[in-house]
């Protein structure tokens, strides 16, 4: 089985494109946080963060068009996605990313309203 499930936050607006026939696909940049700890001995294991590219398409990715920014927080259910290519030059180059099949926001409406950076 192949099944993610994410909480965290987006680290900048989401980049949406519209393909064949006009399906819409969005790219979100999302960060987890494993929050820090202290060893019994006293020593101090740091927060640590990891990004992760989520892809959404069609209808969800229309919705985070619309509702989804930056400093957002979300829940995401997927499929992990590894991909490899060669660029012009020759190189070879792996990605990693999240296909969404599901998404809820969660960032409390109150907040995003309050929020007049955007």
Do not use: C, S
Not at 78 to 100: L, P
């Amino acid at each position: 089985m192949n099944k993610v499930m994410l909480i965290g936050n987006v680290g900048v607006d989401p980049e949406v494109r519209y393909v064949d026939q006009g399906v819409a696909v969005a790219r979100v940049r999302m960060a987890t946080t494993e929050r820090g700890y202290t060893l019994p001995n006293g020593t101090q294991v740091p927060d640590r963060t990891d990004w992760h590219t989520v892809l959404l398409w069609r209808k969800l990715a229309e919705t985070v068009e619309k509702y989804v920014h930056k400093g957002d927080k979300l829940y995401i259910e997927g499929r992990i996605r590894y991909t490899t290519w060669d660029d012009k030059m020759g190189q070879r180059h792996n990605a990693t990313e999240i296909w969404a099949d599901n998404m809820e926001m969660l960032t409390p409406k109150e907040q995003k309203a309050g929020n007049t950076e955007r």
